[in-house]
């Protein structure tokens, strides 16, 4: 709520609305004829009491001004009409000069009194809004989640509650005053010296043509400039202004802080991703290649005297390895494609089945000895996909698999069409995965942090790029029990896309 | 039979090695260039049966290598390329080349491609009558096709690509000269009409599309008629895994 300023100053005496002097008019009437009912009933001088409550209501209802206009006309009534001689100003008994006399005194004491209780009822009232208003104001500075909203209500507040164009600047990263927000940007003043605003600032505002400058200091830390398009500020609007600007400046410097942590967050996250991949890098390629290098300079210096077999073996090991080290370094800069947001889908029109055989085709080699069953329904319509991105899922999901599979365990492979998506579902009879953690595995390096799990080895990239790549279609992965609740199914859905056109 | 003489246009020296001993252990006689100006330059004083060109060459671009070669010759070509990029294998064998191979790759996958394409070009498949492999018989003079002595009848598109793909067996062919050759020129982005023909091929000479006999997809790039058997006739002890 804006707070309004009474620009009539609130301790003046005389309030200029002429309603209250006729009110006042018409209630020294109505004292005089229900004086003229009355007055053979009673003594006159009693009638005076009747007068005196009319001025007491006016006093207590208006100001100073009509309660003397009342009490002067109510005197003049009174010594005309029911003082003897009627008719004349004139006055016969000096005890009634002495009535009139404290009549008249008594009318300006109550109708000052009242006057003032009046002033005072309308300052509290003021302040109370002045104070709603403030707190209102502190409200939304608190609840302020970023620094945009801790400007706008700073502009909108201010802008209402001074009436006149404000804006606010704010350091840019070189220290620049830059304007931020405000009612009239088109009018803001050039070239701000924020340093010398800031400085001079702190015990006048700083005028600078015809805006004041308003310092926001929080912490003892200069904040920001507020420009309030005005020739002068009273003493009341300044103290009004200084107090809205150190709660803005509080606000201000907490949503910094609040976006630094959140800075320092991300940059703490990077790091811990950058050194997850170093060490990944470095085991994951490292590792193949001890096992090559090992193999070939055994076979250099001791190859005559192995026997064939294990020449054969040892030469079947360094391509096993150099194929591992190609699918981990694919691996990576899958990865890194991913991460870049530079994977550009080339989309067509591809046969699951397609994608299926190549999968396995490439996977033939680590396939062997795991029966695969591969099971496509044939309502499975052509996708609207990336072709060789899916079969790298595909292949991802697969490597997975057998890398938790027990010895002879059966892989599934099966695609269904339902409700415009089509499902693919890959099962394991591996030891399967606790619900707590079928999410992260999906995370980069998740395995990796796990350490090392014996003889199955990963990067904790493959189904990180699965899921990328997945999304990146518009599908999703997710991972769930197996089919007799024993090992895993990884569960594709990818949407069809464009409806098939007839050939 | 006269040696064969394959040029191998190649920059990494290690790549060249272990290619020059593999190949002339098949008694292939090689010659080797270093960049691509080089090769170009043995191509037209002596020119080979065969070469096998690494598209990231120093000073040419792969793709224009293949396209200055065929402007005078159609000496076969088979391309080597890292797995980066199915785009620029796609590009290479529309600009011109026979066919290719992925590196890292496997010396075995690499002979199979080369005793195709040398096999073509010595007796061109698509002047042959008749077609056998693996049950599979087509007659093309009749325009017959048999599964198993079996009789099948198919439609004139999908016996067009049969025929296309049978006229270099083993050899890939990207979706575009398909659809150019099939449909024409005017479709050849519409590659769901290729998938549907392929899937309705496959389903009439009775391929399981997950374990395919005949028609082998290179995804992203094209097709493939399998390897007749009948090929690896001449495969020696080294490269038979």
């Known amino acids: ?503 | 039979m006269p040696q064969e003489t394959i040029l191998i246009v190649e920059d990494e020296a290690q790549i060249r090695k272990f290619l020059r001993i593999s190949l002339e252990a098949h008694h292939y006689a090689v010659c080797e260039a270093r960049l691509g100006e080089e090769g170009l330059a043995l191509c037209a004083a002596r020119p080979p049966d065969l070469i096998i060109l690494d598209l990231g060459l120093p000073d040419l671009d792969g793709q224009q290598f293949i396209a200055r070669l065929r402007e005078w010759s159609p000496v076969p070509i088979i391309v080597l390329s890292v797995r980066a990029d199915e785009t620029d294998k796609v590009a290479a064998l529309d600009a011109g080349a026979n066919d290719y191979v992925t590196k890292p790759f496997g010396i075995s996958e690499l002979m199979a491609r080369i005793r195709v394409v040398l096999r073509d070009a010595r007796q061109p498949s698509a002047s042959q009558r008749l077609f056998e492999s693996q049950g599979l018989r087509v007659d093309l003079s009749q325009r017959e096709v048999t599964i198993d002595d079996r009789p099948i009848h198919l439609t004139k598109k999908e016996y067009e690509l049969l025929r296309l793909l049978i006229a270099a067996p083993g050899q890939v062919l990207t979706h575009q000269q398909i659809l150019r050759t099939v449909w024409g020129p005017a479709q050849q982005e519409e590659t769901h009409y290729l998938r549907v023909l392929v899937g309705q091929l496959r389903n009439k000479l009775g391929d399981d599309p997950a374990h395919p006999r005949f028609i082998i997809t290179v995804q992203g790039v094209g097709y493939r008629l399998a390897l007749p058997i009948a090929l690896d006739d001449n495969v020696q002890g080294s490269d038979a895994n």
Request: proline share 6%; aromatic share 6%; hydrophobic share 45%.
């Open chain 1, 1 to 503: 709520m804006p707070i309004v300023i009474d620009n009539s100053s609130p301790d003046h005496p005389f309030t200029r609305k002429p309603m209250a002097y006729a009110e006042a008019i018409l209630i020294v009437l109505v004292s005089a004829s229900l004086a003229f009912l009355l007055h053979r009933l009673m003594p006159h001088a009693n009638l005076s009491l009747l007068f005196l409550t009319g001025v007491l209501i006016i006093s207590a209802r208006t100001g100073l001004g009509p309660s003397l206009v009342a009490s002067v006309l109510s005197f003049l009534t009174f010594n005309f009409f029911f003082t003897p001689p009627f008719y004349t100003f004139d006055v016969a008994d000096d005890g009634d000069v002495a009535t009139l006399i404290f009549f008249l005194l008594m009318a300006a004491i109550t109708g000052k009194l009242a006057a003032r209780m009046h002033q005072e009822m309308l300052k509290r009232r003021l302040s109370l809004q002045r104070i709603s208003n403030l707190y209102e104001f502190s409200r939304r500075m608190s609840s302020a989640t970023d620094t945009e909203a801790v400007l706008d209500t700073l502009v909108d507040h201010f802008a209402h509650a001074l009436d006149c164009p404000v804006a606010v600047y704010l350091p840019d990263s070189q220290g620049v005053a830059t304007p931020r927000a405000g009612t009239a940007l088109f009018a803001a003043p050039p070239a701000i010296d924020m340093t010398q605003a800031w400085v001079e600032g702190r015990s006048d505002p700083v005028t600078h043509g015809p805006w004041q400058l308003l310092p926001l200091i929080a912490d003892r830390e200069p904040v920001g400039l507020l420009a309030v398009h005005s020739e002068e500020l009273e003493d009341e609007q300044l103290q009004l202004s200084r107090s809205l600007c150190d709660q803005a400046a509080i606000a201000l410097h907490r949503t910094q802080l609040v976006a630094d942590l959140e800075q320092a967050r991300l940059v703490s996250e990077t790091e811990q991703l950058r050194s997850a991949l170093l060490s990944s890098v470095s085991h994951d390629l490292r590792t193949p290649l001890a096992s090559i290098i090992g193999s070939t300079t055994s076979l250099l210096e001791y190859g005559d005297s192995f026997s064939s077999e294990n020449r054969i073996e040892l030469l079947k090991t360094v391509v096993e390895e150099a194929q591992r080290l190609d699918r981990h370094i694919q691996n990576l800069l899958d990865m890194t494609r991913l991460g870049q947001g530079t994977l550009s889908l080339r989309r067509d029109w591809v046969d699951l089945h397609d994608i299926v055989a190549s999968a396995v085709e490439r996977m033939r080699d680590p396939l062997e000895g795991w029966p695969l069953s591969i099971d496509i329904a044939a309502d499975v319509p052509l996708l609207w996909v990336h072709g060789v991105l899916i079969e790298q899922a595909l292949v991802n999901l697969l490597d997975n698999a057998l890398r938790f599979s027990p010895a002879d365990g059966r892989i599934l492979l099966g695609a269904a069409y339902a409700d415009g998506q089509v499902e693919i579902r890959l099962c394991d009879q591996g030891p399967g995965i606790p619900p707590g953690e079928r999410e992260k595995i999906f995370d980069m390096f998740y395995t990796a942090r796990q350490g090392d799990r014996g003889n199955r080895q990963g990067t904790g990239l493959g189904l990180a790029i699965v899921r990328g790549m997945i999304m990146a279609h518009g599908g999703s992965v997710t991972a769930g029990d197996g089919p007799d609740g024993h090992g895993t199914c990884m569960c594709i859905r990818l949407p069809v896309g464009q409806p098939e056109p007839g050939e």
